[in-house]
């Protein structure tokens, strides 16, 4: 039985997926195997020693202390693309929303209330909120992932010009690229000829604060900018300043804050790029296919910290060892088998960067002995026996 604990609500249509005679999922739990959240901190979670994986049932990492969990053996997956249909409707209505004044629009009209000719006071005042359509301006989108891509061609669909920048642009990304959308070379060129520009890239140490004000210098006036991505990607100050000077027209963001709030230009959305019953459900049931089949299995897909592997079962005992990436791992694993008797029946091997995955079939049972004498070969970060 593993115990999976949640950190967020998460999908019935994902955790009902979970066979309840294998798995007991708990709100709170002090030795859990595996967890599930969405943009719950762990950073400041103390990793339980029963820690085999985390899985977020969502795009973004950055709640989650990868290099520790990698340190510790603990294998952490997302969902990718799994709510990027739900991001890229909510970025098509912030292009719409804060070009056609329609927040300032509501809310004028909702104030008419009790007011005696609410008809005429509508077709009088309509004039202040009249705003700029959408078809035939230009929108720059950064990054070309999941959401990038969806983003743009949506945009294209719409009549848009629209200038793509990626310089990891993945090769599934690129076919999935609409035709009419052109290729930006640098972010600058990106930035410079756009009136709205979109940001989807992940937020780490080399993304954070990318849109400073030596960036927004490089834009056109009065543009707009999206940021359904994450807070720390603009820089606040610098972009406070510019929505002062009215360099940026509007700062849509799904990542308010206290200082952003104090801004009339801001558009604050409460991160609610994913959250609707679809991306909720999709998130959710991958989330949960790829914890319980990692648990169950040793199988892996869609991890961030570790290669993906898979192989079918060709005996009941399992070994699943994760380990660094360097020479001669294999044959000191095999060699502790060899020690204790142990055929071999089925082995794969799999790296990604600094880490690797060996999983090994075996004929017979392996003794607690034996996992320790794997775990303790220089370069083994971790060893289970699964039974199938
Ligand atoms: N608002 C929300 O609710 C919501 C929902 C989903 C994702 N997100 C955020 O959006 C981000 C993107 O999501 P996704 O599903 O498209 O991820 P993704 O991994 O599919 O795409 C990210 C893309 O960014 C590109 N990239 C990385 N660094 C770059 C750089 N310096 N310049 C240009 N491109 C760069 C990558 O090559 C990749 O193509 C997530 O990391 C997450 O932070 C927010
Ligand atoms: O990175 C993501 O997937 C989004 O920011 C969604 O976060 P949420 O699951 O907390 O809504």
Not at 101 to 120: F, H, M, P, Q, T
Not at 144 to 168: E, Q, S, T, W
Not at 197 to 212: A, C, F, N
Not at 276 to 288: G, Y
Request: a negative charge; aromatic letters at 4%.
């Amino acid at each position: 039985m593993f115990t999976i604990q949640t950190l967020n609500k998460i999908s019935e249509k994902g955790l009902g997926l979970l066979d309840p005679e294998r798995f007991a999922v708990k709100d709170d739990a002090a030795q859990p195997e595996g967890i599930i959240l969405r943009s719950h901190k762990m950073h400041d979670m103390t990793l339980p020693e029963s820690l085999l994986a985390v899985a977020r049932a969502g795009a973004g990492v950055n709640n989650i202390p990868i290099e520790s969990c990698t340190d510790k053996g603990i294998v952490v997956f997302n969902t990718p693309g799994a709510n990027a249909n739900s991001v890229k409707e909510l970025v098509i209505s912030g292009m719409l929303l804060s070009s056609r004044k329609i927040v300032e629009g509501v809310s004028w009209a909702r104030n008419l209330k009790g007011e005696s000719d609410v008809e005429k006071t509508v077709e009088k005042g309509k004039k202040d909120y009249a705003g700029p359509e959408i078809m035939g301006k230009t929108l720059g989108v950064i990054g070309l992932g999941a959401i990038g891509v969806m983003v743009a061609n949506a945009a294209a669909d719409l009549g848009m010009n629209v200038l793509g920048f990626d310089p990891y642009i993945s090769v599934d990304s690129a076919w999935g690229l609409s035709a009419g959308v052109r290729r930006a070379k640098s972010l600058e060129a990106a930035v410079a000829e756009c009136d709205f520009i979109s940001i989807h890239v992940p937020l780490l140490e080399s993304t954070k604060g990318m849109v400073d004000s030596s960036l927004i210098s490089r834009m056109k006036d009065g543009v707009r900018i999206l940021n359904f991505a994450r807070g720390p990607l603009v820089n606040d100050a610098d972009i406070i300043t510019a929505l002062e000077s009215g360099k940026v027209a509007k700062y849509i963001t799904d990542f308010p804050n206290a200082e952003l709030l104090n801004q009339e230009n801001v558009l604050p959305i409460p991160h609610l790029g994913a959250s609707t019953p679809e991306a909720e459900e999709n998130c959710a049931v991958m989330a949960s296919r790829q914890l319980a089949d990692y648990l169950s299995s040793g199988n892996i897909k869609n991890s961030v910290n570790f290669p993906s592997v898979e192989m079918e079962f060709s005996t009941d005992i399992r070994l699943v060892i994760l380990n660094r990436n360097v020479p001669s791992m294999v044959g000191q694993i095999t060699s502790v088998l060899a020690d204790e008797k142990i055929n071999i029946s089925d082995m794969i091997n799999k790296h990604r960067d600094e880490v690797a995955v060996t999983i090994i079939d075996v004929d017979g049972d392996i003794s607690p002995e034996g996992v320790k004498r794997l775990e303790a070969i220089e370069g083994v970060i971790r060893a289970r026996v699964i039974k199938k």
